[in-house]
């Protein structure tokens, strides 16, 4: 656990907001925050940390979501451009903490930040497993 | 083919507008009404015809939409009930179409309809399959 | 102030799943629960409290979602049934905080829990606005 | 009329799936690929026609779909890029029909194709008008 940084690092990714995304009020609709973080966290695992959902799915994991937590700031709206920023807060036992903050482009002002919290599932069983430790290595950069 | 009716029966479903089908417009946004249908269908598959969609499945096999066509009338907005009413138009070799028709309640005014047609797939090789008899049979009330 | 009961009343609204909310895991998307909490609070404000959205809207006055909170216990699938079960945990100055459950029927295991927190909008300025004594006085029941 | 050409510009837009996108059979739901062409569209209207849908809306017109028809070929999956092709086949007296293809990328196979008829509405009274002759030449490139 020595080798583990106390920090993780964040990645970015931009996204623009989709026509469908849009609600009643004429913003982004509330649970649509997450999809975007969602969106970003599948691009960066493959593109930042080497090893995507399809790597964990053949390797019969999954990451089953625990708990979400979303603080709303600034609703976005149509035609709207974002920077969604994700990094691991922490490790636990069988999984961890997943950061984010969106932030609206071009003048990047805060939108809504929050975490996930994220289990490691076998995808055999639907239970928690232990992180194992390449994956652990992969992921504390 | 000969006992086979040339009119096939219609299923009613009573669904509820969600609030978050409604778009910028203060109207359910137009890619849900087949969405509806689909929920519907499900309902009726499993109701009316006795061979749900999980059955389908148990047996190796799905429906794969291979064309949509909507002709949207009346708009539905938030709080609506609305009937939807399926029902098969006709088979073809490896397939069907399936009619629907969406009236908003309690008026029953027409809100739009259209057809699918779907194709019988064999989940592992992804390719169509020609409809099994008794399965055409449960399917042809 | 002192009038307001220390605990307010719960009301539960039956949902079912619908296809489109299914995502690649073959269980309800993450996102969807608090679509599922949102539907079931209009039905209740119009049902239970009996001043809807709509009332809302007519009076200048929105309901600004500023934090939702989502543990995940047990997913949801294709055709289940729920119960989602809501109330008023506090008021705030300009808003309150929502506590919900939702469970899976028959057996009424808990699929999730959490809470949103809201703010009250004047829709001409988007600013939060004091919550009037007359509506306050409806919600506390 | 005679000023019209009788073949109308194409345009493109390069979009991504997103995981909320994905169905309970691991591909993207049959009823987003219109969510697709929608919003290719709103970036083609800003970008290639010089008028949004804000600048519609802002003239107090709006667009309403008033039939889709949508044939799929090959469904997209997680983490699929597309291209979406749009362009207006023809006008009517109050509308015109937009023709879209989704092309996979890299190799550009077909997804899917179809078209959108749209009427142009007046936002206050909600019915039909004669497409004003401005916005007619606007978009008859």
New interface residues.
Partial sequence: MSESPDVFAKFETELEV???D?????HV????Y??YV??AR?IQM?RDYGM???DFAERGL?W?????????KR?LG??DRMVVRCGIEHFTASGCRVAFEIDRLPQRKRSCDGFCDYALIDLKTNRAVPVPADIRGKYSI
């Fill in positions: 989709r026509p469908d849009i609600d009643l009020y004429q609709h509330s649970t649509r997450l999809d969602l969106a599948f493959e995507s959902m399809r999954g089953f979501m625990t708990q979400s937590n979303v603080h709303y609703p149509l035609g």
